[in-house]
C-alpha cells in the first residue's frame, strides 16, 4: 500500500469512527444514568439490547466468523468513550471488550457468537493484578479462590475465571458459586466478590493475564476520555451562563487559567488512550509501557477534570439531582479499577529506570 492509499484508508477508517459515535451518540440520548443505575442488573438491559441488535457493540472486536463486526480495539473505544460521557451503565467493558477478547486469546469461541448478539453477558472474575492468584485449579478442573472488583458479576449468566495463566468458564448459577455486590463508591459501576468453592469449571485455554490487563487499562482509559471531555463541556457551559457580580463567572481570569489547564490534561488523555490503542493494536513491543501511561494520566486527568467540575459549579454539584457528583465519584472508582495509578507508576518505574 502507497501513502496515497494509506491516506485514505486512515480517512475511512476516521469517517467511519465518527458515523459509529454519532450513532452510538444518538441511541444513548435520552437514557440518563441515574435511571439505569435502579435497575435490578445495575443497567438498562433494554438499551444494551438495542445497542447491540442496532448498532452491533458487543462484537466489534471479534472476528466475522463468530459474529462480529472484524473491526478492532480502536473501535471498541469509540464505543466506550461515548459511554463514558454519559456514565451509561452496561456491560460493554467487561463482556463485549474484556470477555470477548479472553475467550479469542484462550482459543475458545462457543460462547462468541451468544456473547455479540448480547443475548448472553459474561465477566473476567479476577481482580485484574495478572501478579495475584485469584483462583487454583485441580487436575480435574474444579476451582477455588476469590477475586474482588468484579465487573456486574450480578447481571452476568457465565464467569471467566483465569486460575493461573489457564482460562475457566463457570456458569453464574453452578453450584459453589457466590456472588457478593460490593459496596461502591461509584453507583453506575456495579461491583463483585465472587467466590469459588471447589466449582467444577470449563477449560477453555491458556490465558496472558498481562496482555488482558494492558488491554483492559486501554479499553478503561477511552471511558475516562469521554467522561472527561463531557465533564470540561458541562463545566465551560455552566461557567458562561453563571452569574457573580453582574458577569458571567467564566470571564474570570482565575477560572480561564483553570479551566485552560482542564482542557490541556483533556487533550493529553485523548492522546494518551489513542495512542495505547493503537499500540496494542499493531502488536507494538511497548504496549505495555503505553497502556500504563495511558491508564495513570487518564486517571489523574478525570479526577482533575472532575473536581473542577464540582468546584466550578459551587454547592449544586453536591445535591444529588445533579451529575456532577457522578462524575466526580466514577473518576475515583475508576481509578483503583485494574490497578491505582501508583501501582502502574511503580511498573513503569521498574520498567523504565536502570536498577
Known amino acids: 500500500m502507497d501513502l496515497t492509499e494509506e491516506h485514505r484508508a486512515d480517512e475511512q477508517r476516521a469517517d467511519e469512527q465518527l458515523a459509529l459515535r454519532d450513532a452510538v451518540r444518538g441511541l444513548l440520548a435520552g437514557h440518563p444514568a441515574r435511571a439505569a443505575v435502579e435497575q435490578p442488573a445495575g443497567y438498562d438491559a433494554g438499551l444494551w439490547r438495542r445497542l447491540c441488535k442496532e448498532i452491533g457493540v458487543a462484537g466489534l472486536a471479534v472476528p466475522e466468523t463468530y459474529g462480529g463486526a472484524g473491526a478492532t480495539l480502536l473501535e471498541s473505544q469509540v464505543v466506550l468513550a461515548e459511554l463514558g460521557r454519559r456514565l451509561t451503565p452496561g456491560p460493554m467493558l467487561g463482556s463485549a471488550v474484556l470477555a470477548t477478547q479472553a475467550l479469542l486469546r484462550a482459543g475458545d469461541d462457543e460462547l462468541l457468537p451468544a456473547l455479540c448478539a448480547g443475548d448472553r453477558i459474561a465477566t473476567v472474575a479476577w481482580s485484574g493484578d495478572p501478579d495475584r492468584v ?192 457522578l462524575y466526580l465519584r466514577r473518576a475515583y472508582g475508576d481509578a483503583q479499577l485494574f490497578g491505582s495509578p501508583a501501582r502502574h507508576l511503580e511498573r513503569l518505574a521498574g520498567t523504565l529506570l536502570p536498577a
Not at 476469590?146 to 468458564?169: K, R, S, T, Y
Not at 460490593?182 to 469459588?196: G, K, M, N, Q
Not at 469521554?226 to 463567572?249: L, M
Open 134 to 325: 485469584d483462583y487454583t485449579a485441580t487436575a480435574a478442573g474444579r476451582l477455588s479462590g476469590e477475586a474482588n472488583l468484579v465487573l456486574h458479576a450480578e447481571a452476568a449468566d457465565v464467569l471467566l475465571a483465569p486460575a493461573g495463566n489457564v482460562l475457566f468458564e463457570v456458569p453464574v448459577a453452578a453450584p459453589g458459586v457466590a456472588v457478593r455486590p460490593s459496596e461502591v463508591l461509584d453507583p453506575t459501576r456495579r461491583l463483585a466478590v465472587v467466590t469459588l468453592d471447589d466449582v467444577a469449571g470449563r477449560r477453555l485455554g491458556d490465558l496472558d493475564r498481562s496482555g488482558l490487563r494492558d488491554l483492559a487499562l486501554v479499553a478503561l482509559s477511552a471511558e475516562q476520555v469521554g467522561a472527561a471531555a463531557r465533564a470540561f463541556e458541562a463545566t465551560c457551559e455552566y461557567v458562561r451562563q453563571r452569574v457573580q457580580f453582574g458577569r458571567p463567572i467564566g470571564s474570570f481570569q482565575v477560572l480561564q487559567h483553570r479551566l485552560a489547564e482542564a482542557y490541556l490534561r483533556l487533550e493529553a488523555a485523548t492522546t494518551a488512550s489513542r495512542t495505547a490503542g493503537e499500540a496494542l493494536v499493531a502488536g507494538a513491543a511497548d504496549a505495555p509501557i503505553l497502556a500504563a501511561m495511558a491508564k495513570v494520566y487518564c486517571s489523574e486527568a478525570l479526577q482533575a477534570i472532575a473536581a473542577e467540575m464540582v468546584q466550578m459549579h459551587g454547592g449544586i454539584a453536591i445535591t444529588w439531582e445533579h451529575d456532577a457528583h
